[in-house]
């Protein structure tokens, strides 16, 4: 196994006034489509992404993981400011301030992007591409969740209730569901929507609001569940993974752990789970049976990420860990200076790792 230091010094802080950085705005311009295919180094060195490509310094702690939105990166922080940054120099493009702390990483569309703050107030907002424009706030009794583009609709959890917004004026349109339970982020699952409750009840509805099932897993969640195909996988505050059909109907649990897991990740076949207090394991995707299992130096700051050769994680006590996707076994780490709570990134063929006030981008070739 080979480890690497990161070398974290203190750099000078950014001489910017909010809301303005130079000659007018110089984010994300309409439209933005889709995000630009992830490419690897092309030095062939290496195909671990350990080799340090640059380091943004943030004057606040940064409140949630980056964001790939169109050709940059774009990031908030706990004084609610948000940021995009330039994804090849890790140089700050454009910085507009917002009303709230915001912990929740942003959502977009083609046309707006939009920020999730939860203090003072519970507050969804939209904003242009064009100039950063505020276009709208919408408050809410329970704070919101992360929201998803669906259709002609903007999908939002918010306690017990999903509502379909209008993405333009965020007016309500419907209450699509109002339910037993305090729901997470709605996730799409072809047409439809899948919604996780934190005590634990899952519910599939269609675009209009029919329920197409629900069922009681009778367990807590934190995280969002993972989809591929036809099964949707579930993670559970007491250590289980539990794996649910199209119709609803369980196709296996295992009782991994004792801790919180966080949502599965898909490597090939295999699904990748890691645990809050720190093991991993691969599990099969279809009979749930076990491939491997690791232990890391510390608790885990969130979901891995999987590539194809490839599997990433990061500790709370400041490690980055690849460990190959077949055995388990760990290829490499960075060693930060620094505590760690967010998951790893990959977007724009960097790894980005973020701990504190600092975002860290590492690829494939020096």
Same mark, same amino acid.
């Given at each position: ?16 006034? &909010? ?6 705005? #110089? ?6 489509? &889709?995000?630009?295919? $992830? ?5 062939? /060195? ?34 609610? +400011? ?13 910085? *507009? ?18 920020? /999730? @703050?939860?203090?003072?107030? #519970?507050?969804? !907002? ?16 329970? !704070?919101?969740?992360?929201?998803? +583009?669906?259709?002609?609709?903007? *999908?939002?959890?918010?306690?017990? @209730?999903?509502? &379909? ?30 919604? *996780? ?28 569940? @993972? ?36 949502? %599965? ?16 394991? !691969?599990?099969? $995707?279809?009979?749930?049976?076990? +491939?491997?299992? #690791?232990?890391?130096?510390? %608790? ?12 990433? /994680? ?35 063929? +960097?790894? *980005?790792? =973020? ?5 860290? @981008?590492?690829? =494939?070739?020096?």
């Amino acid at each position: 196994m080979g480890t690497r230091y990161a070398v974290i010094g203190i750099a000078g802080l950014l001489a910017l006034t &909010a809301g303005a950085c130079g000659s007018g705005w #110089r984010g994300p311009q309409p439209p933005v489509t &889709a995000v630009p295919a $992830a490419r690897r180094g092309q030095g062939g /060195v290496t195909d671990l992404p350990i080799y340090p490509q640059w380091t943004f310094r943030h004057r606040s702690y940064l409140g949630a993981r980056p964001v790939a939105v169109g050709p940059q990166l774009g990031m908030v922080d706990m004084q609610g +400011r948000v940021l995009f940054v330039d994804p090849n120099s890790g140089k700050l493009t454009e910085e *507009l301030k917002v009303k709230g702390s915001l912990g929740t990483p942003l959502a977009w569309d083609e046309q707006r992007f939009y920020t /999730v @703050a939860a203090h003072p107030r #519970r507050r969804l !907002s939209a904003f242009s591409f064009k100039g950063g424009k505020r276009l709208w706030d919408k408050d809410f009794n329970d !704070s919101p969740e992360r929201p998803i +583009r669906l259709g002609e609709d903007l *999908l939002v959890t918010s306690g017990r @209730a999903l509502y &379909a917004l209008d993405p333009a004026s965020g007016t309500t349109r419907d209450v699509l569901y109002d339910g037993p339970d305090i729901w997470l982020a709605p996730m799409a699952w072809a047409d439809d929507v899948m919604l *996780l409750g934190r005590g634990g009840q899952a519910a599939v509805l269609d675009s209009s609001g029919t329920v197409r099932w629900e069922v009681d897993l009778d367990a807590f969640c934190e995280f969002a569940p @993972a989809i591929q195909g036809d099964a949707v996988y579930v993670s559970t505050t007491d250590g289980q993974v539990i794996s649910l059909d199209v119709q609803g109907t369980e196709l296996w649990r295992r009782q991994l752990d004792s801790t919180s897991l966080y949502t %599965p990740r898909f490597a090939g076949d295999a699904l990748v789970v890691a645990a809050v207090g720190g093991a991993l394991w !691969s599990l099969d $995707a279809v009979t749930g049976g076990t +491939r491997w299992t #690791r232990m890391l130096s510390g %608790p885990v700051a969130g979901a891995p990420h999987c590539d194809d050769r490839w599997i990433g /994680v990061t500790t709370v006590d400041g490690g980055l860990w690849l460990l190959d996707p077949g055995s388990g076994q760990v290829t490499d780490s960075v060693i930060f200076d620094a505590i760690i709570h967010e998951p790893p990134v990959w977007a724009f063929g +960097r790894l *980005l790792i =973020t701990s504190n006030k600092t975002l860290y @981008a590492y690829g =494939t070739s020096p």
